[in-house]
């Protein structure tokens, strides 16, 4: 449809560039919101705030996680198979250090385990009744073998044991597998725990941003009519929208990286307390930026995502 | 520019349209008259394509209104221009960009959308109130800020449902006279209303409805036309 040109008004305005419209309609949409939500100075920090709990709880978690992982490979109580050899065989014993995954191999003389056992039972009074009725120390000698750092995942200790139990004159072999097994599985543990409750908040995240978008669609319907009857298309009049729930977000991830980062503020002093009691040189240290960037992003993508939703629905409810 | 033919609308099970042809050629202006609930506004809706007619076809510009897909109708509403009875400004805004609206969704850049609202603006005389807001102006300037609103994209149709209805008589004589003067720069203008005084006194093209029919064409009367003063156009 042509437009007549009325004579002697302003001459035709070229018909703005794609490029052009695009970016003044994101223009428009931004300034907007900014706008909208400076109107409403308090209502924006107490949805920010209550975005930022529900993002900073995920965010804490993965950090703990982060951390108790690096605890965890930190220690060195590397774990060590105990082989109990009959009689004294120290130099076949002695011999396993070539072994495969092998590092170190430690005698213990049957005399020197009778002794540990003597004094960790508290025997020392009866000892030589003891003795005589046993007739001899009953102990065996024991091999204290060391593996390899790349020898650590169970399965290969497991292998390792299993060789060693097959040498001659070993009458037992026994690891210290259970201790680590069961803080790999509490990490395991945590760590999906951590997975399932950022899901959770994720989803209420969502819920509150499309929550908030309904009512905003709800409060401007008139708006929303207006813009309608003269031509505005759904991505315009929903891009003010979706807009905002990104900047809820996005200030709620904001939100969420300085609680973050007061709480490692608070727990820093504590935390260096309890590892220096451990000998441990483990630092809590400050907030680290990538997780800063992902609440930042992961706000923003999650507010997006919530006011997307709601407004698609809602905003095909509206006709003039 | 305007065609129906046979269209019919429906609504619950009440017939607002029935049978309804007419053809409306380009830059002309015609009025719609009847009482109300005659069916003009159910006419304007299907011409704006807020509705769909039950039966027939309506087409405007050689486009069968029916057979638009749905994300090209926002930018049909584009080239309408339309003015209601409540002139559906929002109340948070000031006159200026009430009337820049169809232009930013045009997407035009600001200088040209300045220009083009002042353009629209001094046409119904509210230039000096730009910056006001909708509840701080009289019913009639509200009207006159939606009439401006409707021409300032330069739309090749422009329909108006009872835009005299708050205004009086000289007002709406004025209003009446902006539209003539569109309708000469070659708009084809369709304008609802039940003051039949008014639509007399102008002498153009009248089509009657009654209970959903069209029962009555009364074609323009040559020479009697009201002289439009244009030397502010």
Sequence with gaps: MPTPEPAGRAQRLAPPSRFGVWRLHQRLALSGTLLRLRRDPLGSVLVALTLGIALALPGLLSLAVGSLGAVAQDWNGTPRINVFVEGGAREQAEGWAAFDGVSTVAWQTPEDSLAEFVRAAGFEDTLTATLDALGGNPLPGVAVVTPDPAFLAPARLRALADRLGREPGVQGVQIDLDWVQRLQAGLGLFERLTWGLGVLLAGGVLLVTGNLTRMAIEQRREEIRVLRLVGGTDRFVLRPFVYEGMMLGALGGLAAWLIVALTLMALAGPTDALARSYGSAFRLGGPPWGLGLALLGGGGALGWLGARLAAGRRLRQIEP | ?233
């Design chain 2, 1 to 233: 520019m305007i065609e129906l033919q046979g269209v019919s609308k429906r609504y619950g099970g009440r017939e607002a349209l029935e049978d309804i042809s007419f053809t409306l050629p380009r830059g002309t202006l015609t009025f719609l008259t009847g009482h109300s609930g005659a069916g003009k506004s159910t006419l304007l809706r299907l011409l704006l394509r807020l509705d769909l007619p039950t039966r027939g076809q309506v087409a405007v510009g050689g486009m069968d209104l029916a057979r638009m897909k749905p994300g090209d109708v926002p930018r049909y509403r584009q080239q309408i221009g339309a003015v209601f009875q409540d002139p559906q400004l929002l109340q948070d805004r000031s006159v200026f960009d009430n009337v820049a609206l169809p232009l930013l969704i045009a997407g035009y850049r600001e200088e040209d959308r300045a220009r083009r609202v002042r353009a629209a603006l001094s046409r119904v005389d509210l230039l000096d109130k730009e910056s006001r807001t909708p509840e701080q102006l009289s019913t009639g300037e509200r009207q006159r800020v939606g009439i401006a609103r409707a021409v300032v994209n330069r739309p090749a149709v422009l329909l108006a449902n009872e835009p005299t209805g708050n205004l009086d008589p000289r007002l709406s004589q004025e209003i009446m006279g902006l539209f003539r003067l569109f309708q000469q720069v070659g708009v084809t203008v369709l304008i609802a209303t039940h003051d039949l005084e008014l639509v007399e006194r102008f002498g153009e093209r009248v089509l009657e409805l009654a209970s959903g029919r069209l029962v009555g064409d009364v074609p323009a009367q040559v020479g009697s036309a009201v002289e439009v003063d244009d030397a502010d156009a």
